[in-house]
C-alpha cells in the first residue's frame, strides 16, 4: 500500500490545549472566587450529567504529576488559561496572592520540563461579582478586563512568550447569551451582540497593555472557525449558508482586519445591534501577532425559516461520519479549505491552530490501555489537512490538540471525552495516556505524519 511521509516546518509547535474551569478543580481553595460557571454548573438541570465542576481533574492540586505527564509524552507546548478568578476573586478590586501563586509555580513547572506556556487569558469563566453587574454585557467590564489583563502579565510576562486574550467570542456570547446552554444561561439577542462587541473590544484594548507588559511576547486572539457550505444549490439554501457564515464566522473575523461587522449581518440584527462608539472599531482592529483557529467541523447549512436567529439550521450527508458529538461531523477537508479562505480573505497573517480534537466513548481495555483508533485516524487526516494548506503557502505555525486529557466539557459534564489521556473518575483520577496520545508523542518526535 502506497505511503507518504509528511514533514512540517522546523520550529512547527506541536501542543495540547486545556482550560482552567475544565480541569483545575480547587473551586474554593486558597481564596478563589465564584466565577459564571461555577454558579452554572451548580443548575443540575442545565448539565447533561447533573455535575459540576468543583473537582473535575484536580489539576489544581496535582499539576506535578500532569507536567511530569506532558514530559513524558513529549509535549512541548501546552495551552492554558488562568481562572480569572484566582487572580482577582471578585473580579476587580482586591488581588489574590495565593492565587497568582498557584499559576507561578505551575509555569516554573513547566518551563522546568521544557514545556512552553501558551496562557489564555479568558475561556469563559468571567467572575460571578462582574455578570451580577452585567457582565460583558455592561461596557465597564471593558476596563475591568485590562486591569486584569495588566496583572496577568505583569506578573508572569518574564515567563510566558504566547498570550492569547479570549477564546472563542462567538461561543461565551452566543451559546451563553441566546440560546442558554452555556453561563450565564440568558436567551436575549441584544445582550448576546452587546456582550461579542465588548469582548473584541476589550481584546483590542488589552493588546497594547500586554505588548507593555511582555517586550518580545507574541500576542493573539482565538476564533473558533468553520468551514460553511449550502446544502444545495437552491437560492434559499445558498442565502442560509451565507447568514450562517456572516453570523458565526466574519461577525467575529471582520473587525479584527479593520473592516467593520458585515453590513448585510448589521441590517439584519437591526435595532438588536452593539452599540459601537467612535474608536471602537480601530480598538478592535490593534494589530495581533497572530490568530488562533479552533476547528472541529463543517457545517453544512440549509433554510429554516422557523430559526429566529438567522433562519438557517445544520443538516448532514448521511455518507459522512460523524464524531461523539452528533452535529460534529467529521471532515478533514474542510479543515484544509477553511485555512485557504482565512488566507484568501485576510491575507498572509499567522496561525495557530489552537483547538482540534474529537470526543469518543473511550474505555479502559482488558489490557488496562485506552484504544482510541478513531482519534488517532482524526487527528491523523487533520494533521495531513493541516499540511497541505502549509504546502500551499498558508502561514499555519503550529498545531494544540484539544484536550490533553477528558474533562468537565460544559454543559456536557462528563459524558464527553476529548483527552488524549485518559482521566479515570471512578478509581481516584488516574491518568491513562491513549493510543492517540502515544500516537501524538510520535508526531511531535518525528514531526511529521504518514498517510496512506
Known sequence: MYSEKLSFPNEFAWGVS?????????????GKGRSV????????????DGKNGDVTCDHYHRYPED??????????NYRMSLAWTRLIPEGAGAVNEKGLAFYDRLIDS????????????????????LQKKGGFANRDTVDRFVEYADLATRRYGDRVKN???????????????????????????????????????SHGKSVPVIRANCPGAKVGIV???????SATERPEDVAAARRWDLAFNKWFMDPLFGRGYPEDMVRHYGAAGPDVRPGDFDAIATKTDFLGINYYTRRLVEHDPSDPHIQARQTYRAHLPRADFEEWEINPEALYLLLRDVKKTYGDIQIYISENGASG???????????????????????AAAWQAIREGCDVRGYFVWSFYDNYEWG????????????????????IVKDSGHYLSEVIAENGVTVD
Open 110 to 129: 513547566l518551563l522546568e520540563s521544557g514545556v512552553q506556556p501558551w496562557v489564555t487569558l479568558f475561556h469563559w469563566d468571567l467572575p460571578e461579582a
Open 67 to 76: 507536567v511530569a505527564l506532558m514530559r513524558s509524552i513529549g509535549i512541548r
Open 37 to 48: 460557571w461555577d454558579a452554572f454548573s451548580h443548575q443540575s438541570e442545565k448539565i447533561a
Open 163 to 201: 498570550w492569547m486574550t479570549f477564546n472563542e467570542p462567538w461561543v461565551y456570547s452566543f451559546c451563553g447569551h441566546l440560546y442558554g446552554v452555556h453561563a450565564p444561561g440568558l436567551k436575549d439577542l441584544k445582550t448576546t451582540l452587546a456582550v461579542a462587541h465588548h469582548i473584541l473590544l
Open 361 to 383: 466513548a473511550d474505555s479502559i481495555g482488558s489490557d488496562g490501555c485506552v484504544h482510541d483508533p478513531v482519534r488517532v485516524e482524526y487527528l491523523r487526516r487533520h494533521f
Open 18 to 30: 486545556t482550560a482552567a474551569y475544565q480541569i483545575e478543580g480547587g473551586a474554593d481553595a486558597d
Open 412 to 431: 456536557f459534564g462528563f459524558t464527553k471525552r476529548f483527552g488524549v489521556v485518559y482521566i479515570d473518575y471512578e478509581r481516584g483520577l488516574r491518568r
Open 223 to 229: 476564533n473558533n472557525l468553520a468551514w460553511i457550505e
